[in-house]
């Protein structure tokens, strides 16, 4: 994941706020951890924020019937939107993820473990 990071990489604004969401229920402050990375030039440096759009939405809806059974969230689908828009392999470490890639046409996905 760091090679991604260290390269360009892209998350969605819906996975950002999951993301800091997750901190938050542990007792950070997702404003301090945001305002860290920003400082950083990790979040909208080395990593770019990018917002959902109504294309992606349509995607993140037409996924839901693939993705059902392996369990993915909207926030899973919503990063899997975003691979697809931009061509970008998604990066993750749920290995379940792997078997997505004969289910859905052209997703590409590259696991961390």
């Known amino acids: 994941m760091e090679d991604a990071v ?9 996975n950002l706020a999951e993301a800091l969401s997750k901190l938050a229920e542990r007792g950070a402050d997702p404003s301090e ?6 400082s950083r ?20 809806a037409e996924l839901r019937p693939a993705t059902k059974e392996h369990g993915l969230s909207l926030g899973d689908r919503a990063c899997l939107a975003l691979g697809l828009r931009l061509g970008l392999p998604v990066v993750t470490a749920d290995r379940a993820w792997v078997a997505l890639e004969s289910v859905i046409d052209g997703v590409q996905i590259q696991s961390v473990r």
């Open 33 to 38: 951890v945001l305002t860290g990375l920003q």
């Open 41 to 60: 030039g990790v979040v909208g440096g080395l990593l770019g924020v990018q917002p959902l759009t109504i294309d992606d939405a349509l995607a993140i």
């Open 6 to 14: 260290a390269h360009g990489a892209s998350i969605s604004a819906a």
